[in-house]
C-alpha cells in the first residue's frame, strides 16, 4: 500500500539561482510553476518545510543566520504566489528560522507552523551548546583546516567508508548519501552558521510567540541535548493555551537519520486533524 502511494505522489529535485546561490528545492506533487496560471494542479496550499540550514539576488552573509532567514523570504517571494496559503514546518534552528519569517513578512498566509525541537533560545547554554560552543566559537578556525586537511584529498570512497562506520557506531541506518557533509566546504559553512547560533540565539522572543500563538505547535523532545525539558516546561508555564507538546515517543533531535517515518507520521496528523482556518 505505502508503495502505491509513493508512486502517485511524483518527487524530484530541482535548483534554484536564490540570495545569489545554487540552491535545491525538493518538490513532492504534481505541479511545476506555481505562477503558471493554466495549470489546473497548481495546489491550494504548500507545505515549506524548513531544515537546520541550506545553500543559498544576493543577501549578505547569506551562511550567517540572518542571512539564511532572508533567504527563505527571498525564495517564498519569488516563487510562491501570494495566494498560496502555507504550512511551515521547521526543524531545529529551522524553527528560529520559521518564527523570524512569519515575523518579518506577517503578510504571509501562513495557515499553521509546527515547530520540531525547537532551538529558539538559550542554545549555549543547553547540554549539547556547552559542549559545542567553545567548538565553534574560539577553535572555528582550527575546525575549518583540519577539515580542509583531512577531507579534501580523501575520496568519495573513503569518505562513505567513514560515514558508514559512524553511523553504524550510534546503530543509525543511513537512508541518505551523507557524503556532502565531509566536504571542506559544508563543514566550514556549518560551523560558521553554528557559532552565529550559540551566540545569538539566547532569549526567547516572546513578542514572535504572542503574536502568532494559535497557529504555532510545538514538539519537544524527552531526551534532546539542544533544547532540554526544562525548555519546555518553562514554555507550557508562560503559554498555558498553547499547542506544546512532549515526545512520548522517544524520538531524538536527529530524527531525521533513524526517526524519519516516526516524525513524519505524527505531522501528517496534525495537518489532517487541524481545525480548518478561513
Known sequence: MASEVEEQIPVREEFFLCGG????????????????????????????????????????????????????????????????????????????????????????????????????????????????????????????????????PCPEVIKSFIIQKLMGQMNIKLELPLTDILQPFCLANAAYLGSQEMVQIVKRDDDIIKEFLPKLKFYYGKTDGWCPVKYYEDMKKDFPEGNIYLCEKGIPHAFVLDFSQEMATIVAEWINNRPPRK
Open 21 to 152: 546561490v545554487e540552491t535545491k528545492i525538493i518538490k513532492c506533487g504534481p505541479w511545476t510553476n506555481l505562477f503558471e496560471k493554466q495549470d489546473v494542479s497548481k495546489p491550494k496550499q504548500l507545505i515549506f518545510i524548513i531544515p537546520e540550514e541550506s545553500n543559498a539576488q544576493k543577501i549578505e552573509d547569506v551562511y550567517g543566520l540572518n542571512g539564511q532567514i532572508e533567504h527563505k523570504i527571498a525564495f517564498l517571494r519569488a516563487h510562491v504566489p501570494k495566494d498560496v496559503k502555507l504550512i511551515l514546518i521547521g526543524h531545529s534552528v529551522g524553527t528560529y528560522m520559521t518564527l523570524h519569517v512569519m515575523k518579518r513578512v506577517p503578510e504571509l498566509p501562513v495557515a499553521h507552523a509546527f515547530l520540531l525541537f525547537p532551538t529558539i533560545e538559550r542554545m549555549s547554554e543547553s547540554p549539547n551548546g556547552k559542549f559545542a560552543t567553545p567548538f565553534l566559537c574560539q577553535f572555528r578556525y582550527l575546525l575549518y583546516a583540519t577539515s580542509y586537511l583531512l577531507f579534501k
